[in-house]
Antibody, heavy 127, light 107 residues
Framework: QVQLQESGPGLVKPSGTLSLTCAVSGDSISSPNWWSWIRQPPGKGLEWIGE???????NYNPSLKSRVAISVDKSKNQFSLKLTSMTAADTAVYYC????????????????????WGQGTVVTVSS | DIQMTQSPSSLSVSVGDRVTITCRASQNISSYLNWYQQKPGKGPKFLIYAASSLQSGIPSRFSGSGSGTDFTLTINSLQPEDFATYSC?????????FGQGTKVEIK
């Protein structure tokens, strides 16, 4: 089955850069899906960070766009997140997820959804 | 951005109860609404798409309804494994946004 696994440092210094990688197994990074990063600050809801298609197209949350870069490595079947100028407000559990397309049986509506998620990695911003 | 508001934030229920969670969008999103279940220490699990379509492998005690701005997730005959946090998410327009979550706890 499809599995996603996040990896990266759990502690980042203020003003530093977060670098996370998501390894994909059971699916090709070149499949017709978008690959996303989503985070959840302590006690808060989920926040979408951005997404990438294997051909390199990206979409970012405007609230983070100036600090975010998502890239894909087809040779390793993985994608990565870089988030610069980290502050305490960036402390969160970071998830990678696959955004797939589905069609409803009634009406044939096409919709996207985050159908596969990694288990998440805790990132703390502290000196 | 489209704001998603869930109610209640938490509820205490017993095994066998029926649970209803509401999600409201700040603008019309048609049926572009998904639901997820999250347990401590794990990534969210995808439950329902397009407001009412059950993802493959999800038990039929889960159901969703609604369109436009108001949506509902219902869990019939709550099972012990259903105690978790449930979140809605709109897939109408970017940035994709989520509700703040509803925690279903054991009474």
């Amino acid at each position: 089955q499809v599995q996603l696994q996040e990896s990266g440092p759990g502690l980042v210094k203020p003003s530093g850069t977060l670098s996370l990688t998501c390894a994909v197994s059971g699916d090709s990074i070149s499949s017709p899906n978008w690959w996303s990063w989503i985070r959840q600050p302590p006690g808060k809801g989920l926040e979408w960070i951005g997404e990438i298609f294997h051909r390199g197209s990206t979409n970012y949350n405007p609230s983070l766009k100036s600090r975010v870069a998502i890239s894909v490595d087809k040779s390793k079947n993985q994608f990565s997140l870089k988030l610069t100028s980290m502050t305490a407000a960036d402390t969160a559990v970071y998830y990678c997820a696959r955004k797939g397309g589905l069609i409803t049986m009634i009406g044939g509506t096409f919709i996207n959804a985050f159908d596969i998620w990694g288990q998440g990695t805790v990132v703390t911003v502290s000196s | 951005d489209i704001q998603m508001t869930q109610s209640p934030s938490s509820l205490s229920v017993s095994v066998g109860d029926r649970v209803t969670i509401t999600c409201r969008a700040s603008q019309n999103i048609s049926s572009y609404l998904n639901w997820y279940q999250q347990k401590p220490g794990k990534g969210p699990k995808f439950l329902i798409y397009a407001a009412s379509s059950l993802q493959s492998g999800i038990p039929s005690r889960f159901s969703g309804s609604g369109s436009g701005t108001d949506f509902t997730l219902t869990i019939n005959s709550l099972q012990p494994e259903d105690f978790a946090t449930y979140s809605c998410q709109q897939s109408y327009s970017t940035p994709w946004t989520f509700g703040q979550g509803t925690k279903v706890e054991i009474k």
